[in-house]
T-cell receptor, first 115, second 116 residues
């Protein structure tokens, strides 16, 4: 089955700096890669996703890049703000029929933005 | 718009007691439904998923079971809880359309279970 590795496990940045989180996956058939943000005690929230037919996607201060050949994808947060402090999870999904799509999650990265 | 509910929000149970957690989705029909567990400070582990009423797939062998008695209701159960069952249980849903599952999954608010 799919295996997703996420690094680093913790990341401390100064407010205004950029943060980068990297994930690798094992199943070359995976074609959907979402990123979730989870604040303390809350549910994970989908913040951005990318499909295998594109190499980069951007939404305001966050962007995701995908390298299918190397089987890795990354989350980039620019101009970090204290409210960006949270745990971020990457995930990968292999193509499915109506039998259901299953996400395999990375272990998470705890991001702390210092004012 | 679609909403997803979970209850209870928190639960403290003794070892060996039964468990029933409920998840319901509003505003959509025939969703795919998922149960995840998150241990303290850890990632999300898929426990069960369901593509329709009475259809349950288990991802890992464990002390838990799931049922889907109605289209938009998903229940997680145990006959006898273990200490290791403690965690944050999250229900999620995704839309099914055109004969395939749509990828995006959306999580419910979760149930925090403590087994003592």
């Amino acid at each position: 089955g799919e295996n997703v590795e996420q690094h680093p496990s913790t990341l401390s940045v100064q407010e205004g700096d950029s943060a980068v989180i990297k994930c690798t996956y094992s199943d070359s058939a995976s074609n959907y890669f979402p990123w979730y943000k989870q604040e303390l005690g809350k549910r994970p929230q989908l913040i951005i996703d990318i499909r295998s037919n594109v190499g980069e996607k951007k939404d305001q201060r966050i962007a995701v890049t995908l390298n299918k050949t190397a089987k890795h994808f990354s989350l980039h947060i620019t101009e970090t703000q204290p409210e960006d402090s949270a745990v971020y999870f990457c995930a990968a999904s292999s193509p499915r029929t109506a039998a259901g799509n299953k996400l395999t999650f990375g272990g998470g990265t705890r991001v702390l933005v210092k004012p | 718009s679609q909403t997803i509910h979970q209850w209870p929000a928190t639960l403290v149970q003794p070892v060996g007691s039964p468990l029933s957690l409920e998840c319901t989705v509003e505003g959509t029909s025939n969703p795919n439904l998922y149960w995840y567990r998150q241990a303290a400070g850890r990632g999300l582990q898929l426990l069960f998923y369901s593509v329709g009423i009475g259809q349950i797939s288990s991802e890992v062998p464990q002390n838990l079971s799931a049922s889907r008695p109605q289209d938009r209701q998903f229940i997680l159960s145990s006959k006898k809880l273990l200490l290791s069952d403690s965690g944050f249980y999250l229900c999620a849903w995704s839309v099914v359309g055109s004969g395939r599952a749509i990828d995006e999954q959306f999580f419910g608010p979760g149930t925090r279970l403590t087994v003592l």
